[in-house]
């Protein structure tokens, strides 16, 4: 079975600039997270979609951060404008349900913000 | 604001000796709790997942539960360099799938 796959691993930009960060899901979760990471730190959540609805977005920066998942499925998180204090690891994971479920992290996305 | 407090480290076990890590929560409510291992640059990978009072155990990984303390615990038996990481500690906030992450526990198992 695929695990959760993300795009780009890695992204370089410079301040003020926008970028994007891709998400599929393992098969079958209707549950997808956004998560950043800083260093030395556990993952907060940003967002939670339950199918292709936000359910929990209390965590991100709304002047700054969208996300959005059409038709249910790959996931997108945009920054714009992108500020240094953005720089982190950007993690996707998916759950099968939204309740007590295993949760399934991807790769990451190290964003380096200059 | 709900928390997980965990021991920074780094914990340093000698090869083959018992790691003990642990991990208190804030939220009275919370009903599932999970312990993730996260290589440097890697991903948290899923170790144990626990739900009631009590031991779970899964080969050389032993987690515990108390809810009445609000304490987690994850035992590594006969630790290996390979069990190098840190370690976080979840628990999800209260009836929802929002975990909470602690800031993890780094552990060093020395040859």
């Known amino acids: 079975e695929a695990g959760v796959v993300q795009s780009p691993r890695y992204k370089i930009i410079e301040k003020k600039q926008p970028v994007a960060f891709w998400c599929n899901p393992i098969?079958?979760?209707?549950?997808l997270y956004w998560y950043l990471q800083n260093l030395g730190q556990g993952p907060e959540l940003l967002i939670r979609?339950?199918?292709?609805?936000?359910?929990?977005d209390s965590q991100l920066p709304k002047d700054r951060f969208s996300a959005e998942r059409l038709k249910g499925v790959d996931s997108t998180l945009k920054i714009q404008p992108a500020e240094l204090g953005d720089s982190a690891v950007y993690l996707c994971?998916?759950?099968?349900?939204?309740?007590?479920?295993?949760?399934?992290f991807g790769p990451g996305t190290r964003l380096l913000v200059l | 604001q709900k928390e997980v407090e965990q021991n920074s480290g780094p914990l340093s076990v000698p090869e083959g000796a018992i790691a003990s890590l642990n991990c208190t929560y804030s939220?009275?409510?919370?009903?599932?709790f999970f312990w993730y291992r996260q290589y440097s640059g890697k991903s948290p990978e899923l170790i144990m997942s626990?739900?009631?009072?009590g031991d779970k155990e899964d080969g050389r990984f032993t987690a515990q539960l108390n809810k009445a303390s609000q304490y987690v615990s994850l035992l590594i038996r006969d630790s290996q360099p390979s069990d190098s990481a840190t370690y976080l500690c979840?628990?999800?906030?209260?009836?929802?799938?929002?975990?909470?992450f602690g800031a993890g526990t780094r552990l060093a198992v020395h040859p």
């Open positions: 994971a998916s759950s099968f349900g939204p309740d007590g479920e295993t949760q399934y």
């Open positions: 098969s079958g979760h209707n549950t």
């Open positions: 979609y339950e199918n292709e609805e936000a359910v929990d």
């Open positions: 939220d009275r409510g919370s009903q599932s």
């Open positions: 626990i739900y009631s009072n």
């Open positions: 979840a628990a999800d906030g209260g009836g929802y799938n929002k975990l909470i």
